[in-house]
């Protein structure tokens, strides 16, 4: 049972154009949102996160939306650069059963983005 | 990242052997947790530790155990290795809960 979900395997843009990446969680219990970027043969990295108390969080070109009434995520790249090119995972977490949260994070199956010059 | 090393980075190994990776930080960090990586999958998670000598079980802990004796150190052991268990390991440090995690680099296993 997939509780974090990316269905677009793939993303192709145009430099200079927004990217939209998409993700659907389906446990309520969820109230952390992440995104990481990863590069061929290296690990994931850290790219921006939101609480769900909000649902707007920007850093820079990258902003992600939550919408918890539909259990979804974005993240919007503005501008994109052919640096950008990347595998991007939308993760993640929330309290156990106990209310208590050890920061395990749930992933989706990623999204191959490729900028185009 | 320099804070965090994972050894060995590639392994091929030969099925029923014992199979040990090692994942090492610097950063002092009391969370770490071990993923795989396979296609269509995402990541996901096989063991945690909150604190030496405090583990628990992930998504994914069938036919792995996992240990740490000391903060800096969180070691992953596949008992008898299956061609099932062939993937890229990430380990991953955490100062907090609930916040960004730093990978190390992975290891590519291969199960022969």
């Known amino acids: 049972d997939q509780q974090v979900k990316q269905n677009s395997p793939s993303l192709s843009v145009q430099e200079g154009r927004i990217s939209i990446l998409n993700c659907d969680y389906t446990n309520s219990m969820f109230d952390y949102f992440l995104w990481y970027k990863k590069y061929p043969a290296e690990g994931p990295t850290f790219l921006i996160s939101?609480?769900?108390?909000?649902d707007k969080n920007e850093d820079g070109r990258f902003t992600v939306f939550l919408n918890k009434s539909a259990k979804h995520l974005s993240l919007h790249i503005v501008p994109s650069q052919p640096g950008d090119s990347a595998v991007y995972f939308c993760?993640?977490?929330?309290?156990?059963?106990?209310?208590?949260?050890?920061?395990?994070?749930?992933f989706g199956q990623g999204t191959i983005l490729t900028v185009h010059p | 990242d320099a804070g965090i090393t994972q050894s060995p980075r590639h392994k091929v190994t030969e099925t029923g052997t014992p199979v040990t990776l090692r994942c090492h930080q610097t950063e002092n960090h009391r969370y770490m947790y071990w993923y795989r990586q396979d296609p269509g999958h995402g990541l996901r998670l096989i063991h945690y530790?909150?604190?030496?000598?405090?583990?628990d079980k992930g998504e994914v802990s069938d036919g792995y155990s996992v240990s740490r004796s000391k903060t800096e150190d969180f070691l992953l052991t596949l008992e008898s290795a299956t061609s099932s268990q062939t993937s890229v390991y990430f380990c991953a440090i955490s100062r907090l809960a609930n916040y960004g995690y730093t990978f190390g680099s992975g290891t590519r296993l291969t199960v022969v």
């Open positions: 993760a993640a977490s929330g309290v156990d059963a106990g209310g208590t949260s050890y920061g395990k994070l749930t």
């Open positions: 939101i609480s769900s108390i909000k």
């Open positions: 530790s909150y604190g030496v000598k405090d583990t």
